[in-house]
């Protein structure tokens, strides 16, 4: 089904298109975070234009609102825009996106290992779920979310976020561990939903990407003590 679809499933039915619009033009905007490298701007209208004709001709169905782009503190600069993985106000990774949306070396997306630490132990929307958290922050027992999605990339954390569920992304299919410090946060909910993209199989294993990703992350979490 489409990623509308899968989350009209989620909201028991209640999920349309006007209430995503009405959704959309709710969001606030909030004060960028610090950290990003010199030259990077919000994301400005005329991108944005760019990445929403880009988005719908490749048949990738909705795009975020130009607002919950700039609440997710995405940029650009020189052709590129950045999508930041940010968690306690720092800036762990940056996975940036050519403008001309075509392939650098065999890839539209690439990580900025130049510019910062290039983690691969992160999730993409944490400092949209937990704003005010620096990375020694101790949950205590309390809990923060009934339900917590975790989803393949950037654009599904968004929409996810739209609609007003605690969404984070992972890296790529290809991730593998989290960060004891986020698994603290991740502690806290009751339930973890793992929603991956409807990709082809992989030849060798059988399994779609997505659900690889899922099945090493759940490994992963159980061996560090989340069952």
């Not at 782009?69 to 650009?76: A, G, I, K, P």
């Not at 930041?84 to 949306?101: A, E, H, I, S, T």
């Not at 997505?210 to 989340?226: I, P, T, V, Y």
């Amino acid at each position: 089904c489409s990623f509308a679809e899968a989350v009209d499933k989620l909201n028991g039915g209640q999920f349309s298109a006007r209430s995503a619009a009405v959704i959309k033009k709710s969001v606030p905007e909030v004060p960028a975070p610090s950290g990003w490298p010199d030259g990077w701007v919000p994301i400005t209208l005329e991108t944005y234009d760019k990445v929403r004709t880009w988005r719908r001709e490749r048949g990738a169905g909705m795009t975020p609102s130009i607002q919950t782009l700039r609440r997710f503190d995405v940029r650009e600069n020189g052709g590129m825009i950045g999508f930041p993985y940010l968690f306690g106000n720092r800036l762990f990774n940056l996975k940036v996106l050519n403008q001309d949306f075509t392939d650098i070396d065999g890839k539209k997306y690439f990580q900025d290992n130049k510019n910062t630490p290039a983690k691969q132990d992160v999730l993409y929307g944490l400092d949209q779920c937990f704003p005010d958290t620096d990375t020694d922050f101790d949950p205590g027992g309390m809990q923060m979310f009934h339900s917590v999605f975790i989803v393949e990339g950037e654009w599904d954390t968004m929409l996810m976020s739209e609609c007003g569920y605690a969404a984070l992304g992972v890296l790529n299919a290809g991730q593998s561990v989290i960060s004891r410090d986020i698994l603290k946060l991740l502690y806290q909910a009751d339930q973890i939903y793992f929603i991956a993209d409807n990709d082809a199989p992989n030849p060798q294993t059988g399994k779609r990407k997505g659900h690889e990703c899922r099945d090493n992350l759940m490994k992963f979490m159980a061996k560090e003590g989340l069952r």
